[in-house]
Nanobody
């Protein structure tokens, strides 16, 4: 069974930083596009960033220059380094793995940015 295990969410002040982690299976990590999405209360889930198996990245305009997605090939883990956090970044963040018609999601981790 495909399993994506997320961690790293929490409460931070505006301007602070968090690093989210998503551990995947070796197979998923090697062949799937990995990504981070988020969903705030009352909103639809939106893309934050993606990274391909070859390291190509893509970011939502709202996080460009502040967030960095990366992958650790030795540990089959994808990260979201989130800097200069704003209250509007508050959401549940979900790890995603996609390839063709396959699409898998983690359980979500809460990120709250508040003073």
């Amino acid at each position: 069974q495909v399993q994506l295990v997320e961690s790293g969410g929490g409460l931070v002040q505006p301007g602070g930083s968090l690093r989210l982690s998503c551990a995947a299976s070796e197979y998923i990590f090697r062949y799937y596009v990995m990504g981070w999405y988020r969903q705030a209360p009352g909103t639809q889930r939106e893309l934050v960033a993606t990274i391909s198996s070859g390291g190509t990245t893509n970011y939502a305009d709202s996080v460009k220059g502040r967030f960095t997605i990366s992958r650790d090939n030795a540990n089959n883990t994808v990260y979201a380094q989130m800097n200069s956090l704003k209250p509007e970044d508050t959401a549940v963040y979900y790890c995603n793995a996609a390839r063709g018609f396959a699409n898998y999601w983690g359980q979500g981790t809460q990120v709250t940015v508040s003073s």
